[in-house]
């Protein structure tokens, strides 16, 4: 006989979004351009040659937006800030007409008893930052410091739950290792150097966080799957552990620990020096958090290959893929889950977005059946749910996303509608999903069946 599993008192329920990939108004009210912008409109960046120009508009149609998560009943919403929008030159002169966007868009979720949880970097890098070195430039540190710090003075006084970066293992792989993503960049050297400076500038906005906001909570959120060796082998098991290095304690352990993953930049074949790393550096990334964020959609399977090259397999932990060719597998979420816990301690967590894709389109009765998402959904929050129950503390799940969207280099393609509403990108109406709906009865009992 099913039973209820309930979470613990208090838990958030949200769903998420980003600024470029929903808001659209890319260059009104004062707004600069950003290196998603400069991307989007390069040809060939894109897969079906779009761009966020208009994205769901909701620049303009904010308030459907809040009256749609009243209606789905969630207490909370993930959303990043514009760098752009506010600093139009990423420094200098502020756009006031940018900030006062943000403030009507934080007290709407308030009237609605909806807690804003902003993130200041969700990849839109002010393109006038990035022609004088971008991330690449150690400058940047101090730049992103004064853009938190006017964020934090603005919107300081109503929001007290901040994250700094989004996914800082992504932005700078994809985007300056693989090339995939804005600003395109393909150097190994380079790419580990914006890792560096990345999180220089985490530590540094948190810093100035504390000393403006010192009641607020501050955390940071990294993507992060479950990896597992392909064999028992010895060989299949060091890849596995090189690739949790690679893509995760290159990042979370100058975070928790002060140090980064022994060994690392041999294994990148980069020179430390190379890095950029000076005396106090650590120090500075290496600052308290009160929470960590998680992104987690899918789990892989890696095998030590050629000359002890990692080699992500074909095959699937789980038994299925979705729609943009990720594993799905409901176990891995508790496994990641677990594990960051006996890495780091137990240690507060969010989970800031966890989701899947499907080409849903609207029937012919008008509503938007997609069995594939309540499926995951279902199976990915019971996984949580037993992390909390083996110890792990989690605090809250937002799902990604509110809306189907700009989805990066994807663009509009009906395979990657990440939405719990359906989104007509022709006319911009919105319709719940069936997703959206059993959702809603989620957070409604706090639990969920078993």
Known sequence: MSKLLQFPKGFVWGTATSAYQIEGAWNKD?????IWDRFSHTPGRIADGSN???ACDHYHRWPEDLAIMQELGTNAYRFSIAWPRILPEGRGSINEKGLDFY?????????????????????DLPLALHDAGGWVNRRIVDWFGDYAEIVFKALGDRVTS???????????FLGYDLGIHAPGVRDRATFVRTVHHVLLAHGEAVRRGRMLLPKARFGIVPAIGAIYPATESQADQDAAEQAWAFTTWLYLDPIFRGQYPKGIFEAFQIQEETVGILK?????????????????????????????????TDESPGSSK??????????????????????????????????TPHPDEISSDGFVHDPERTAYLREYIRSMQRAIMDGVDVR??????LLDNFEWSEGYRDKARFGLVHVDFATQKRTIKDSGRFYSEIIGQNGIMD
Not at 30 to 34: I, M, P, T, V, Y
């Open 162 to 172: 901040w994250s700094t970066i989004n996914e800082p293992n992504m932005c700078t």
């Open 396 to 401: 809250g799940y937002f799902i990604w996303s």
């Open 280 to 312: 106090g550096d650590l120090e500075r990334i290496n600052i308290p958090l009160d929470f960590l964020g998680v992104t987690h959609y899918y789990s892989d399977y890696v095998k030590a290959g050629i000359e002890g090259e990692l080699e992500y």
């Open 322 to 355: 979705n729609a943009l060719g990720w594993n799905i597998y409901p176990d891995g979420f508790r496994d990641m889950l677990l594990t960051i816990t006996k890495r780091y301690g137990r240690l507060p967590i969010y989970v800031m977005e966890n989701g």
């Open 30 to 34: 004062g707004r600069g351009e950003s």
């Open 52 to 54: 966020g120009d208009t």
């Open 103 to 123: 403030k009507q868009l934080v007290d709407g979720l308030l009237e609605k008893g909806i807690e804003p949880f902003p993130t200041l970097y969700h990849w």
